[in-house]
């Protein structure tokens, strides 16, 4: 398939599930989807179109969290960014890791860093942080407060 194959047969076949399009360049565009059609979604364009994944990011956007997977598919050279917004009160969404191994890790990471829960992740521990730092502290929250008084953040957290 050609890119606007990919995306004629993306806005078909997931009408439902995509809330919008930006069509951003020739080498990229970002889909909103509906947080819960992650898992569906993400599964046709890794094992479907053959994508890769490349990574995943999160953020605090005041109103919500919002992760982006980005997948490329190579052989037309597109950068496809999938866009989830999760509420605040109830960050979760279900984990990629059970679909390619790629995803454990950034997921692990949002995870300590944002509080995002990732449903059905095969290991929620720790991978950044130090063992002592204190549960339901978030370093990448808007709302984060520094609760070590002793620490010197200029190096780092």
């Not at 929620?124 to 990448?140: I, S």
């Amino acid at each position: 398939m050609n890119r606007e194959q990919v995306l004629v047969d993306l806005k078909t076949r997931f009408t439902e599930d995509i809330i919008d399009t930006i069509d951003k360049s020739e080498k990229r565009v970002y889909i909103e989807i509906k947080p819960e059609s992650i898992t569906r979604v993400a599964r046709y364009i890794f094992k479907d179109l053959g994508a890769r994944f490349n990574i995943a990011s999160g953020v605090d956007v005041r109103t919500h969290f919002e992760i982006l997977y980005h997948f490329i598919v190579e052989d037309i050279n597109l950068i496809i960014s999938l866009r989830v917004k999760l509420d605040k009160k109830k960050p979760e969404i279900d984990s990629l890791a059970v679909i390619f191994k790629g995803a454990n890790w950034i997921e692990r990471e949002m995870h300590e860093m944002l509080g995002i829960n990732f449903k059905g992740h095969p290991d929620l521990r720790r991978l950044l942080l130090p063992d002592d730092w204190p549960e339901g502290v978030y370093p990448l929250r808007r709302d984060y407060k520094e609760w070590d008084k002793g620490s010197i953040r200029d190096r780092g957290v």
